[in-house]
Structures are given as C-alpha cells and as structure tokens.
C-alpha cells in the first residue's frame, strides 16, 4: 500500500509569508504527527491528530497550526514566517492505538524562509 | 526534562565489519521504542522497534538490545554495507508523540 505522502517537497517563501503543507497517511491510519527537523534542534515534536482532534502539541508558537481532515489527511500552517521557520517538515502516520504505535515518516516538505 | 540522548555524534566502520549504536534516555516509564535509519534527503525510515518488556529484538541483520536498568538503548547492524551509511535516531514514545535523539552518523569505510 501507498506510503506517507508529503506536499509539496520543496518551497521558498518570504519572511512574513505563510505557508501550508500538506500530508496524507497510510491508508487506515487514524494518527498524523508533524516534526520539524533543523541541524541544531533535530527533530522536534510539533502536533498529533487523532480522528480530527489534536491530542498533544508541542513547544511551538501559535504561528504553528494544524488540523486534520474526515478522511485522516492532514495540514499544517505556520503564520507569518520567520527565517527561523526553514526546515525539513516531517509527517509520521500510525494507526495511533496504545497497541500499535509503529511511526512511519513521509519524505518531508523542505521550507525555505527568505 | 524529556531527553533521549546519543553517546556518539559519527560513528565510522568498515564494510563488514559490526557497528553499535548507542542511546540513552531519561524516562524510566517509557514503553516502546523505535530505531530511524534517515539518508540524505529523505524522511527517517523504521527500522525495528522494541517494548519494555523485552530485553532483545531481532530482525535482518539488526539487533535492539535494551537495559531498563541503565536507561541504555542499543542498535547492532551486523556485517556493515555501504548502504548503511545514514544517520540513525532512537526515539521513545511519550503521550501521542516520540521524543527523538539527536542522531548518529554512521560512515562505512570501503
């Protein structure tokens, strides 16, 4: 079966711009998770989603959103973008039960802020 | 606080030969973990897992060893390949999320 999708790969935007990344799950899959991934900071929990609802976020300003959709496909948006925002945007798919939790990560959405 | 940390930022071996990767983590009440081979470019990709009731997993060519009492997570790829050459990322699942390491390169030597 397909595996985690991310959209797009690449983009550039400008400071104060914002942006919206898309991500669609494994089949089945009920749980979506997004990262943020830097060389300093590594890679750093943002969201997760559970049948539409957010059930943990992390230390990220409100400039970082999230939703997830009936069909378990997921967005992010980050607000008027900092030079700070440039990254490798990950999401992870899982079933999101206690018994099967196996995370598995799309190719990312790499952002440029300029 | 939350961390899962890495003894070694670059690991080098030669081809054939065994690598280890160490982790340690901070959260004795974390039950499940994951071990994330990532290449250039590409997102981090699932290795093996194992729960805390194990000691020991095994799958090809890759071992998780795991010692609750030291808080020490292991990864052992047996007869190192070229195609091993990523980073490597334990992570330890917490409440809806995985807290990650900050990486492991490993480098196979030809």
């Known amino acids: 079966k397909a595996g985690v999708t991310q959209t797009p790969r690449y983009l550039i935007k400008t400071r104060g711009q914002q942006v919206t990344l898309s991500c669609s799950p494994i089949s089945g899959h009920r749980s979506v998770s997004w990262y943020q991934q830097t060389p300093g900071q590594g890679l750093q929990f943002l969201f997760e989603y559970f049948s539409e609802t957010q059930r943990n976020k992390g230390n990220f300003p409100g400039r970082f959103s999230g939703r997830q959709f009936s069909n378990s496909r997921s967005e992010m948006n980050v607000s008027t973008l900092e030079l700070g925002d440039s990254a490798l945007y990950l999401c992870?798919?899982?079933?999101?039960?206690?018994?099967?939790?196996?995370?598995?990560f799309g190719q990312g959405t790499r952002l440029t802020v300029v | 606080g939350e961390s899962v940390g890495l003894h070694l930022p670059t690991l080098s071996v030669q081809e054939g030969d065994n690598s280890i990767i160490n982790c340690a983590y901070s959260n004795s009440a974390s039950d499940y973990f994951i071990w994330y081979k990532q290449e250039s470019g590409k997102g981090p990709q699932f290795i093996i897992d194992?729960?805390?009731?194990?000691d020991k997993r095994q799958g090809q060519r890759v071992t998780v060893l795991l010692n609750k009492t030291v808080k020490h997570l292991s990864l052992q790829i047996a007869a190192t390949q070229p195609g091993d050459s990523a980073v490597y990322f334990c992570?330890?699942?917490?409440?809806?999320?995985?807290?990650f390491g900050t990486g492991t390169r490993l480098k196979v030597l030809a």
């Open positions: 194992i729960r805390s009731n194990m």
């Open positions: 992870a798919s899982s079933a999101g039960t206690v018994e099967n939790t196996e995370a598995f």
């Open positions: 992570a330890e699942r917490g409440t809806y999320k995985y807290i």
